[in-house]
């Protein structure tokens, strides 16, 4: 055989196949639509209806927190406070102690042996190292602990009476976290 009687034959063959598929027998296919079609309608159910948002009021804003003290050890603490918290004006001033804690910013640590070291730079460029214990800012600032992301502080400042003094505390932050 040559290829154009075996391209004749192939064609005679599709075509013999696709039009045994078309033969129009869809008698199964009409009588199922015909049944759905002859069965009555459904009712659909209305949708529900909605309740109205009920805004919550908290009337608890006006009492105390439960993570406060009361305030009757509140204000026991805060006198025995005033008395024990004084800075030591007889102490020699350390380099830090000139600036704003604002305008410190620590820039890394350092460890050697058993001893850490947060690095401090000042506002004129200049990089100190300083541990716990050390003293920093403007109102007696006193380095109470540091990671390697912060150094936490505890400062010193007036309640605003004549005698009073109040601790606050304050943590420096590595820069770029």
């Not at 309740?51 to 608890?60: D, N, P, Q």
């Not at 050890?73 to 804690?101: G, H």
């Not at 350092?110 to 001893?115: E, F, P, Q, T, W």
């Not at 502080?153 to 943590?171: K, L």
């Amino acid at each position: 055989m040559n290829c154009l009687s075996r391209r004749l034959l192939l064609l005679c063959l599709v075509g013999g196949i696709l039009g045994a598929c078309s033969a129009g027998d869809f008698a199964d296919l009409d009588s199922f639509m015909q049944e759905k079609r002859s069965r009555p309608g459904g009712v659909i159910a209305p949708l529900p209806t909605l309740k109205a948002y009920e805004a919550f009021a908290y009337s608890a804003t006006n009492l105390r927190s439960p993570f406060d003290r009361p305030i009757e050890v509140r204000k026991t603490t805060q006198a025995q406070a005033i008395v024990a918290i004084k800075p030591d004006e007889s102490r020699s001033k350390e380099f830090l102690e000139q600036f704003t804690l604002d305008s410190l910013l620590m820039v890394g640590t350092l460890a050697r042996d058993k001893n850490n070291w947060s690095l401090i730079k000042d506002p004129d460029g200049g990089v100190h190292r300083v541990h716990a214990g050390n003293y920093l800012g403007r109102h007696h600032g006193k380095i109470v602990g540091m990671t390697d992301t912060s150094v936490a502080i505890v400062e010193i400042v007036s309640d605003g009476t004549a005698e009073g003094w109040v601790e606050r505390p304050r943590t420096i932050k590595l820069v770029g976290q």
